[in-house]
């Protein structure tokens, strides 16, 4: 048997409540949920599994959720993220050269470059250093991200995805109600 597990709410995300599209998000969710679960029935080895019900508990019945799955999750914490910062690059970041000026003029100390002495000193041409996607977000994250002291208390670790935790009690419904594992 193969399990196809849907979608929680993605309106419930912080994202989605910072960008404003709760509505349009939660009718996606809904949708994209009914296609699998078609689909699903229309398989002899594949079965549907929603984790809307369990979701909504989550976030507007944290306290029993807690009890129930053996997390600390914080019902003050439901709509806010672990990580604070943003994964993507600024605009105008697309030539090496300017990205990696700005970035070691701004500060001349960088967090991702700590571990190397003297790196701002030596002559690089700045413009040979690949400057891909991955190379920018990573650079990025690791200068404007701030993580929180206690993720345990979090049901997000950013804008959209869970905690361990969450992932953890997810593991525990569905072994539960679909393969009948008490965990």
Not at 2 to 25: A, D, F, H, R, V
Not at 37 to 57: H, L, P, R, S
Not at 109 to 119: T, W
Not at 173 to 180: N, P, R, S, T, V
Request: some cysteine.
């Amino acid at each position: 048997m193969t399990l196809i597990i849907g979608l929680p709410n993605l309106g419930l995300t912080p994202e989605s409540k910072q960008i404003g599209n709760q509505n349009l998000l939660k009718e996606v969710s809904l949708l994209h949920n009914e296609l699998l679960k078609q689909f699903a029935e229309n398989q002899t080895n594949i079965q549907f599994v929603d984790i809307n019900q369990i979701f909504e508990i989550l976030i507007n019945d944290t306290d029993n959720f807690n009890k129930e799955y053996q997390t600390s999750i914080d019902p003050n914490k439901t709509t806010e993220s672990c990580c604070r910062g943003g994964y993507f690059a600024y605009e105008h970041t697309n030539e090496s050269k300017y990205f990696y000026k700005s970035l070691l003029t701004s500060n001349p100390k960088p967090k991702v470059l700590q571990n190397f002495n003297n790196i701002t000193s030596k002559k690089i041409d700045m413009g040979k250093i690949p400057l891909t996607p991955y190379i920018t977000t990573a650079i990025l994250t690791a200068e404007t991200i701030t993580l929180c002291k206690n993720p345990q208390e979090f049901v997000f670790w950013d804008g959209v995805h869970p905690t361990y935790q969450i992932h953890k009690a997810l593991f525990k419904y569905i072994a539960k109600e679909y393969l009948g594992i008490r965990l």
